[in-house]
Structures are given as structure tokens and as C-alpha cells.
């Protein structure tokens, strides 16, 4: 029978100068091995409630605290941040504040050796390798892209060998190709070495593919803790602005105008559960349709890029391009989306 692990009784917590409890009277059981996601529109209190977790409520964020919080049956007030970090990794959504070094492997070993641990390089090592990161050691944090960043402030928390992991966001800032890299890390490091997990997210098809429970906040209030495919199908999401994935969304709208499954016990919030809901209905082919073709001849060019290419020279004079012989026109009335697998080239260009 799984355990508990984090143990909230009676919370609430009040920002200096605030006069509205941020927290109100929290409640809370999470067990070792969960992967839980906490959701809620912002000014909630998720970040507040995982920032209470990790002692950095009240021990360096002061206010009025009530009520009691035990991580592996420690009360946070007894222990400081620094020892509790030992138990509660957090990477936080500006995650590059958490690079304090030049190198990935620097900074992975960064927190065991300033800990004292004589085992600091193995321990990064065994960091890097988990997250398959051997790759990257060497090179320079400013060399990295979003998503290498991403995974190497995780490797860095993890180079203490947490039991309890925070994520404020983690698809934050990452492209889709990375969001889902970090995702299957965490995956692995729940299932494989029953680390547990918690996401502040609010991807709902992230949540469906990965996460076993979800919390829900609302102005500083605990609504409730759900079972992962009960709480994607609970009518609070919507009021809240916070829409369940989109094949929860289609089995929702069938379902009512033409369909009624015998066996209903919450609409299915992954392409697996889709496939199993609407697994004997006849399925319609579509034609193939290959769209219309814009003509732009008697438009005018708004934006033109002829050749650009932008790049600087890393401490081995070696010039490293961002950007590479780019041409491309953008007419006046267009609307172009921008995709590609590193976000800062695409901010760049």
C-alpha cells in the first residue's frame, strides 16, 4: 500500500503586506511514487503550495504561516531549505536562474559539492548519464537550447538524488519536441526509480499522458485531489479556463449528438482510451484535400530576407551559426505561424 510522503494539515499562508491568505486551509496527502499534477488559473496558489513544500515558505519567504507540513515525516518548520533539498528537488519555470555555472557538468556538480559530498563528480555524472546528458557536459550554459537548459537544471536537482521532484511548468518555454523529452525523463524517473513527481501544468494532454492524479486550486483553496481521468472529466475545468484535451473534448460532442456508450464511466482523455470508447463505430474516409493554393503575385512584400545568416564565435573561434543563408518574403495580410525545434533561433529570427 503506497505511503505518504508529503503530509499537509490545516495550511494557510499570508504574503507581508497582504491581507488575503494566499493558502486557506489546506489539506493534502500525497504518496510516494504519485505523479501529480496541480492545475488552477493564475493567483491560485500552486506555486505558493510548492514553494511551502520545499521550506522556501516561510524560511525565506516570511509571512503569517499556519498549520503543519511534513516531507518523510519532517516538519518543514524544524529543517532548513538547505536540508530539505535534500529530500525536495524544485525546478522552478525560469528555470535559467538555476544555471549558476559556465559548463552543464559545472553546474550539475554544483549542489553536491557545495553540500561537501567527497562523491560530487560521480554524482553529477550519474546525473548527466540519467538524463542522457553525457553529450553536453562540456559545452558553455549560453551553447545550450531551451530545452538543454531545461534538462540540465533538472540535472543539476537531481545530482542530490531527491525523493520528491517539483516542476513549475515544465513544457514552459519549450518547443513540443523538447516539452515531451522532459515529460519521458520525468516518466522514467517516477516509474523507474519511483521518484515521486509533481507538475504545476496546464497542458491538459500532458497531464492525461503522464500524471496519475491532479490537484485543483482555486483562490488559495484545495477543491479537491482526483484520479487523473476524473478530474479531466469534471465540469470545474471549464469555469476555471482550463479545457480537458481535445479527444476528451470529441467524445464529449459525439456522445451527445449521436452517441452513448453502454459502458460510459468518464470520457476518454487519451488516444488509446479514444480508440477503446469508439471501438465499434463505423469509421468515415475522408477525402484527401490538398488545400488552396495562395497566390501572392499581386500582394506586396512586407518582410524580405535575402541570404541573412547570424552567428558568433565560441571561446575556440569557432563560428557557430543561429542563422543560415535564410530567404524568405512575407507578403502584407499574411498570417505565418513560425515552428522549428529550438525556441531561441526562433525568437532570434
Not at 103 to 128: C, M, Q, S, W
Not at 151 to 167: E, H, R, T, W
Not at 243 to 254: G, K, M, N, R
Request: hydrophobic letters at 40%.
Amino acid at each position: 500500500m503506497p505511503q505518504g510522503i508529503i503530509s499537509i494539515k490545516g495550511l494557510s499562508f499570508t504574503y507581508p503586506g497582504d491581507t488575503v491568505p494566499s493558502l486557506k486551509n489546506i489539506g493534502l496527502e500525497i504518496n510516494e511514487g504519485d505523479f501529480t499534477a496541480i492545475i488552477g488559473s493564475n493567483g491560485s496558489g500552486k506555486t505558493t503550495l510548492c514553494k511551502v513544500i520545499n521550506g522556501v515558505i516561510p524560511h525565506y519567504i516570511t509571512g503569517d504561516f499556519e498549520g503543519t507540513v511534513e516531507v518523510k515525516g519532517k516538519n518543514t518548520l524544524n529543517f532548513s531549505v538547505a536540508s530539505l533539498a535534500l529530500n525536495v528537488a524544485y525546478v522552478y519555470q525560469d528555470f535559467e536562474n538555476q544555471l549558476v555555472r559556465s559548463t552543464v557538468h559545472d553546474d550539475v556538480i554544483f549542489a553536491p559539492l557545495n553540500f561537501g559530498y567527497t562523491d560530487y563528480k560521480k554524482r553529477g555524472e550519474d546525473a548527466l548519464k540519467l538524463l542522457s546528458l553525457e553529450h553536453i557536459k562540456d559545452k558553455f550554459i549560453w551553447e545550450l537550447s531551451g530545452g538543454q537548459k531545461h534538462m540540465a537544471a533538472l540535472a543539476g536537482v537531481m545530482s542530490l538524488n531527491p525523493d520528491i521532484i517539483i516542476v513549475d511548468e515544465p513544457a514552459a518555454q519549450l518547443d513540443p519536441v523538447n516539452a515531451v523529452l522532459i515529460y519521458e525523463k520525468l516518466k522514467a524517473l517516477n516509474e523507474v526509480y519511483r521518484k515521486t513527481v509533481i507538475v504545476i501544468e496546464h497542458h491538459s494532454e500532458f497531464i492525461a499522458d503522464y500524471c496519475n492524479s491532479v490537484i485543483m486550486m482555486d483562490e488559495g483553496r484545495l477543491l479537491w485531489k482526483k484520479d487523473v481521468k476524473e478530474a479531466l472529466n469534471s465540469p470545474e475545468l471549464k469555469g476555471k479556463n482550463i479545457y480537458p484535451p481535445q479527444v476528451t473534448q470529441a467524445a464529449y460532442i459525439l456522445s451527445r449528438s449521436s452517441l452513448k456508450n453502454e459502458n460510459f464511466n468518464g470520457y476518454p482523455i487519451s488516444i488509446k482510451g479514444c480508440r477503446e470508447y469508439f471501438g465499434n463505430i463505423n469509421m468515415v474516409s475522408v477525402n484527401d484535400d490538398k488545400g488552396i493554393e495562395l497566390k501572392n503575385s499581386e500582394k506586396k512584400p512586407a518582410i524580405v530576407f535575402e541570404g541573412v545568416s547570424y552567428g558568433s564565435k565560441a571561446l575556440d573561434n569557432e563560428m557557430k551559426l543561429a542563422l543560415n543563408d535564410i530567404n524568405l518574403t512575407v507578403y502584407e495580410g499574411e498570417r505565418l505561424a513560425l515552428v522549428g525545434s529550438n525556441v531561441q533561433e526562433n525568437q532570434l529570427f
